[in-house]
């Protein structure tokens, strides 16, 4: 079945350092890729999406780009800041509902 | 506009009960899912409503799990005989028409904590 294998955390940054966080799926289609992000206290809410290969999403400063050669949707951001402490899910759609992976979190300080 | 509506915030039952969680989706939303998020499983599927249609129940861990969905708004998941290891927090989420590919919109969740 499909399946999404996300970098295990807890992953801590200095302010303005680089972030990568790495995502790969399996699917027996062609899916849709996203990463939703959970702040501590909230509900889960999208941050990015990419619909087919070589797409780029992009939102708040993060980047990820579908890359189907690799199965891989890394999300990306130039300098983290101390607000983007959180949770980030890497999930997938190739019918209706997501496939997640298990999350990884961020911590980000000063 | 107002989002995915769920209740109670949180439930503490003791095991063996039956539970209901509610969930009111986005006003036109036709597609409706409930998913669960704990802490050895990550987050998982359980059922999905799409108008009219029947439901995908392939997620449901048990039979002691049931959703209904009525009138395609408001979604009840009901959950019988609880055990412990239904502790989690059960989210719900709904889109305009569930294709792939459109974004879901989460509610805050239910955290559930069995006894």
């Known amino acids: 079945g499909d399946s999404v294998t996300q970098m295990e955390g807890p992953v801590t940054l200095s302010e303005e350092a680089f972030l990568t966080i790495n995502c790969t799926y399996t699917a027996t289609g062609y899916p849709s890729l996203f990463w939703y992000v959970q702040y501590p206290g909230e509900g889960l809410q999208l941050l990015l999406k990419?619909?087919?290969?070589?797409d780029k999403g992009s939102n708040k400063g993060f980047e990820a780009t579908y890359r189907k050669e690799t199965t891989s949707f890394h999300l990306e951001k130039g300098s983290v800041q101390v607000s983007d402490s959180a949770v980030y899910f890497c999930a997938l759609s190739d019918r209706a509902p997501l496939v997640f992976g298990k999350g990884t979190r961020l911590s980000v300080i000063a | 506009g107002a989002g995915v509506s769920q209740s109670p915030s949180n439930k503490v039952t003791e095991k063996g009960k039956d539970v209901e969680l509610r969930c009111d989706p986005i006003?036109?939303?036709?597609?409706l899912y409930w998913y669960r998020q704990s802490l050895g499983q990550g987050l998982e599927f359980l059922i999905y409503?799409?108008?009219?249609?029947?439901?995908?129940k392939s997620g449901l861990p048990s039979d002691r799990f049931s959703a209904e969905r009525t009138g395609g708004s408001v979604s009840t998941l009901t959950i019988q005989r609880t055990q412990q290891e239904d502790s989690a927090v059960y989210l719900c989420?709904?889109?305009?028409?569930?294709?792939?590919?459109?974004?879901?919109?989460f509610g805050d969740g239910t955290r559930l904590s069995i006894l």
């Open positions: 006003s036109g939303h036709t597609a």
């Open positions: 990419a619909t087919k290969a070589d």
């Open positions: 989420a709904s889109s305009p028409q569930g294709a792939v590919g459109q974004p879901q919109h």
């Open positions: 409503f799409q108008g009219n249609s029947a439901p995908d």
